[in-house]
């Protein structure tokens, strides 16, 4: 199978996963600072989110830029993945309207958690099912040290939203800023062909 509509289909699910947030954002019914500034944690909520998915989408398209055809495991693993994705918005929500209450912080972590695991599902089947050609992208990703620690900092915040929303939501901040770069290996070997 051609990897093109699996890639257009995640396409078309991540811009309605960043849809639904936005639709979330309510303007403030008054026209005041303070009223501003009382919105201004659902819209942080909503910029974190934004950078998550975000990130998802760009690394998939680096990530598959690497593989040449998919099959029917990598089509499931890539809906588990995009399945996970799509709870986002509900969870961004619940912490928006809910900044330094210790469950909604540990279900958004939970949220950011599910996807880090399953993006490490989506790797490693991809590397599994592409044997000889993906000798290359097994190789080019290497120990994957952000793919691992990922899930490991998502955990210490699930549990860490008990004691503290702010450390929770320091190292939401934290992994993603982790991830904001692509990953350049994958950019160079897809230059060299």
């Avoid at 469950?103 to 044997?131: C, D, H, N, Q």
């Amino acid at each position: 199978m051609e990897k093109d509509r699996l890639m257009a289909f995640s396409d078309g699910v991540i811009a309605v996963i960043i849809t639904i947030m936005v639709l979330e954002l309510k303007a403030p019914r008054e026209a005041s600072l303070e009223a501003l500034e009382e919105a201004a944690p659902v819209f942080l909520s909503y910029v974190l989110s934004f950078v998550y998915v975000a990130i998802y989408w760009n690394n998939h398209h680096h990530l598959f830029a690497m593989v040449q055809r998919v099959n029917g495991t990598v089509m499931w693993a890539n809906l588990h993945l995009l399945f996970w994705l799509s709870l986002i918005p509900f969870t961004t929500s619940w912490l928006g309207e809910h900044p330094s209450a210790p469950i909604p912080a540990a279900i958004y972590g939970l949220s950011l958690f599910m996807p880090a695991v399953a993006w490490l599902v989506l790797k490693v089947t991809l590397v599994r099912e592409e044997s000889g050609e993906n000798a290359r992208l097994a190789s080019v990703l290497g120990s994957d040290f952000k793919g691992k620690i990922s899930p490991l900092l998502y955990l210490a915040a699930i549990a860490l939203a008990f004691v503290s929303t702010w450390i929770a939501d320091a190292i939401f901040v934290f992994v993603a800023l982790l991830w904001l770069m692509p990953d350049r290996r994958i950019e160079k070997a897809v230059q060299r062909g």
